[in-house]
C-alpha cells in the first residue's frame, strides 16, 4: 500500500530503504538531504555520517530459509530493490 501511495504521492515521496540506508550512508544521506532540499555544509553531512550506526541485526534475514515465503511475494520485494538470496 505505501508504494501506490507513494505513486499518488510523486515527487512529494521518498522510499528510504533502510538496510540500504546501514551501508551506504553516505549516498544515502546525500540522496535524503536532496530529498528534503535541504541545504548542509560538510561538516554537518560528516556529523550526520558519524551518527548512523549500523544494526546488529542487519541482514538477519540471510540465516533463514525462503521457503515459508511465496514467490510472488519474494519476486515483490525484489522489485523493490531489496536482496532476495541467501548468501
Same mark, same amino acid.
Not at 10 to 17: A, D, G, K, M, V
Not at 69 to 75: A, C, G, P, Q, T
Given at each position: 500500500r505505501v508504494i501506490e501511495f507513494g505513486k499518488r504521492m510523486?515527487?512529494? *515521496? *521518498?522510499?528510504?530503504?533502510y538496510d540500504k540506508f546501514c551501508t551506504d550512508k553516505k549516498?544515502?544521506?546525500k540522496l535524503l538531504i536532496d530529498?528534503?532540499?535541504v541545504k548542509t555544509s560538510r561538516t554537518k553531512l560528516d556529523k550526520l555520517l558519524e551518527i548512523i550506526r549500523t544494526p546488529t541485526s542487519l541482514g538477519r534475514y540471510k540465516k533463514h530459509g525462503l521457503i515459508d515465503?511465496?514467490?510472488?511475494?519474494?519476486?515483490?520485494v525484489k522489485s523493490l530493490g531489496f536482496?532476495?538470496?541467501n548468501t
Open positions: 510523486q515527487s512529494r *515521496f *521518498f522510499f528510504l530503504n549516498n544515502s544521506i530529498f528534503l532540499e515465503f511465496d514467490s510472488i511475494d519474494i519476486e515483490y536482496e532476495t538470496t
